[in-house]
């Protein structure tokens, strides 16, 4: 706002300039992105008891970068009125915080759903990936806490460091 008001201009037009040189800087590639998408939700909050997780994305490339990861698995990614805060759901945030786990540990935590509880979800849904019916098969294992189960999960996995997967098999175990 001060900067548009300096400018005389609008803060929408500030906005767009900055996402256009977001775009420009070559030294923003994926890997940058995965790395400040794992710092920025962090310190996403809780919103309606875990139904819900919000943060907020200034940078337009990386605001993008998260879009597209969300809705690549099913997600509905709902920006806010000045379009860098942003609200998921609760398997949403989880998909996106398994999406940036490295394959190997991916593999990992895919792999700790029992097979009975895979084949529960994926009767007559064979259209769905093996993140969708992770997520959902978590869902339907934590019953009525669904909500705030599948939060913590990505919570779990996030303080972790992304770099190991144990604490947050022991929370799918727990909840199987």
Known sequence: ????????????????????LAYRDSSKDDDWCKKQLVDILKSAERVKDGEFVSFQ???????????????NSDG????????????????SFTCLVVLLLDDAERKKLLASIPEEKK????????HKGPLKIFVESFAKAAGQQAG????????TILSGGLSDVSGAVEVIKESF
């Open 76 to 91: 509905v990614f709902e920006q806010g009125f000045s379009s860098s805060t942003i609200k998921i759901s609760g398997p």
């Open 1 to 20: 706002y001060e900067l548009a008001r300096l400018l005389r201009t609008s803060p929408r037009k500030v906005r767009t300039i900055r996402d256009d």
């Open 119 to 126: 084949a529960e979800v994926q009767t007559g849904q064979e």
């Open 57 to 71: 994305i200034d940078d337009g490339l990386l605001r993008d970068y998260a879009r597209k990861l969300v809705r």
């Open 148 to 155: 705030k189960k599948i939060v913590d999960l990505g919570f």
